[in-house]
C-alpha cells in the first residue's frame, strides 16, 4: 500500500493527488473523476488533532493561506488547541491575524471526541464546503453556537414505493436528469440533435419525452390523466410525486413505464404499437403491481395497541422526539421527563435552524435529554425514542464517516456513564414528546427548558398517566 501511495500521490492524501507528464491514461482518468468528486466531500472535525494552520478544517480553508507569515510559537498548533480555550482565542497567538479571520475563530465552537477522527466525509452540500458550524455543534454550546449545518435530501418517498425494483431505478434517474434522453445525449455529444424525433417540435427532455410529446399525451389521456395539474408541474421530481400522491399511483406508474418503453420502440426499432395495446399493457402491469404488494399491506396490517411506557418501566421516563414541520421546513427537538407513572418532572424543547435533517434532531434531542437528568443528578433512568435509526447508531458501532459521528459518541459517553437504558418506542407512545418537538420547531428558542408543561399538553399527559392505549394500524 505504501508503495502504490509513494507511486501515484506521492505520499499525499488521495483527494491532493496530481497528474505528471509519466501518468497513465487510467491514473489520469481517475485524477479527472477525482476533480470532480472532491467538490462533495467535506472536513469533520473528531479528536480536533488536525492541524489548526495547515488543514482544511474550516469554511474558509487552510488558515495559513490568510496570513503571510506564521510565528514559530504557533506553528504546532492543532483545532483543539486553540478552539478549546476561552475568551479571546487569538490573544493567545503570536500569529497576527485578520480582523475577519479572528472575529471567526473567537465566536466558533466546536465539540470534540477523542475516540473520533478528524476525517473527509461524503456530503450532500451543494457548494463542497464544510462548516464547522453544523447545527449539531450551533446547538450544544446554546447552549453556545452559531450553524451553518449541511443540506440533506431524503429520497426514501422513493424507495418505499410498493413497485418494482427497476420502476424505482428509472425514477431515480429521472429526477437526477440521467435518464438518456436526445437532450441529455446531445449535451454529452453523443446525439447530433436534442429535437424530439417523433413530434420534431421540441427538445426532448423527460417531461417532453414521457409527458408533453404528442405521442406520449395521447397515452396519459387515454387512460384518465386528462386533468391540466396533470401538466403543470415543471421538474420532473414534482411531477412524479404529483403522480404517486394520487388515488392511481399504480396506474400512473405503470403508464410512466410504458411511456417510456413505448418511445424506445419508435425510435430504436421504429416500431408504433396501437394505442389499445400499450393501454392493456399499462392496465395490467397496474393490476400486477397492485396484487403483489397487497398481500404484503395484508400480511401487516393487524391492528396494536400502544401505550407510554409500554414495557412498564418502574424508574423515571424519559421521552424524547425530533420534528421538522412547515413550509419551508423548521427543525425541532424536546423532552418529557416523568415519574414511572406519568407525573410530569420537567420538560425542555427547542428549534435548529438551517437544517431538515430529521436524524440530527432525533439525535439532538437524546443528547440534550441525557444532558438535562445528569444535570438533575438523576441516574436510573429510562428513555424512549421512536427513531429506530437513531438508537442504532447509538447501540451498534459507530460508522467512521458518518456525519454525526462526534454528536453519537458523546451520547454513547453518557450513557456509559449513568446507569440509563435507551428504548425504542412506537410514535403513538410518544405523543407528549412529538408535541413539544413540533412546539420547539415553531419557535425561534435554541434551547427552552419547561418547568411546568404548556396547557395544551396537559390533556396528552393526562392520557399517558390513565395508560390509554392508541391504535397502531
Known amino acids: 500500500m505504501s508503495l502504490l501511495s509513494n507511486k501515484y500521490t506521492g505520499g499525499l492524501h488521495t483527494l491532493q493527488a496530481i497528474t505528471n507528464n509519466s501518468s497513465s491514461p487510467t491514473w489520469s482518468s481517475i485524477i479527472r473523476a477525482k476533480n470532480i468528486l472532491k467538490q462533495g466531500y467535506s472536513w469533520r472535525v473528531g479528536s480536533g488533532s488536525s492541524s489548526f494552520w495547515f488543514s482544511n478544517w474550516n469554511s474558509l480553508g487552510p488558515f495559513g493561506n490568510h496570513v503571510p507569515v506564521i510565528d514559530i510559537h504557533d506553528l504546532q498548533l492543532s483545532v483543539r488547541d486553540v478552539l478549546s480555550t476561552t475568551g479571546n482565542r487569538t490573544q493567545a497567538l503570536y500569529t497576527e491575524l485578520p480582523p475577519a479571520i479572528a472575529d471567526y475563530i473567537n465566536n466558533l465552537h466546536i465539540q470534540f471526541n477523542d475516540n473520533i477522527d478528524d476525517t473527509l466525509i461524503w456530503s450532500e452540500n451543494k ?95 387515454k387512460i384518465g390523466f386528462t386533468g391540466t395539474d396533470f401538466y403543470a408541474a415543471a421538474t420532473a421530481y414534482d411531477w412524479i410525486n404529483f403522480g404517486i400522491s394520487a388515488s392511481r399511483s ?115 434531542a437524546i443528547h440534550q435529554g441525557l444532558i438535562l437528568v445528569i444535570d438533575m443528578d438523576m441516574n436510573d433512568l429510562v428513555c424512549y425514542s421512536d427513531s429506530l435509526q437513531a438508537i442504532n447508531l447509538v447501540m451498534n458501532e459507530i460508522p467512521r464517516y458518518h456525519t454525526y459521528a462526534v454528536l453519537i459518541q458523546n451520547i454513547k459517553d453518557l450513557l456509559a456513564s449513568q446507569n440509563i437504558s435507551l428504548h425504542h418506542t412506537l410514535r403513538e407512545g410518544n405523543h407528549c414528546a412529538d408535541f413539544l418537538a413540533k412546539y420547539g420547531a415553531s419557535t425561534d428558542e435554541e434551547f427552552v427548558i419547561h418547568q411546568t408543561p404548556p396547557a395544551d399538553l396537559l390533556p396528552l399527559l393526562q392520557a399517558d398517566a390513565l395508560g390509554t392505549s392508541f391504535v397502531r394500524h
Open 127 to 221: 457548494n463542497g464546503t464544510y462548516s464547522t458550524k453544523s447545527g449539531y455543534n450551533w446547538l450544544i454550546t446554546h447552549r453556545d453556537l452559531t450553524t451553518d449545518p449541511l443540506s440533506h435530501n431524503s429520497w426514501s418517498w422513493l424507495w418505499r414505493l410498493k413497485v418494482p425494483e427497476k420502476y424505482k431505478f428509472f425514477i431515480w434517474l429521472a429526477c437526477q436528469n440521467a435518464s438518456p434522453t436526445l437532450s441529455l445525449l446531445h449535451h454529452k455529444n453523443m446525439a447530433p440533435s436534442a429535437t424530439c424525433t417523433r413530434c420534431g417540435e421540441e427538445e426532448e427532455t423527460f417531461l417532453h419525452c414521457v409527458r408533453d410529446c404528442r405521442y406520449s399525451r395521447c397515452i396519459w389521456q
Open 250 to 364: 399504480p396506474i400512473f406508474l405503470a403508464g410512466l413505464w410504458w411511456v417510456w418503453r413505448h418511445r424506445n420502440l419508435m425510435c430504436l426499432n421504429n416500431e408504433n404499437w396501437p394505442l389499445f395495446r400499450i393501454c392493456n399493457n399499462i392496465l395490467s402491469s397496474a393490476d400486477a403491481i397492485s396484487s403483489a404488494f397487497q398481500n404484503d399491506d395484508r400480511s401487516a396490517s393487524s391492528d396494536r395497541y400502544v401505550k407510554w411506557n409500554s414495557r412498564d418501566h418502574q424508574a423515571p421516563v424519559l421521552n424524547v422526539d425530533g420534528s421538522c414541520i412547515g413550509t419551508p421546513k423548521r427543525t425541532g427537538y424536546s423532552g418529557v421527563l416523568r415519574n414511572s407513572v406519568g407525573y410530569y418532572i420537567s420538560g425542555f424543547s427547542g428549534f435548529i435552524p438551517n437544517t431538515t435533517d430529521i436524524l440530527l434532531a432525533e439525535l439532538t
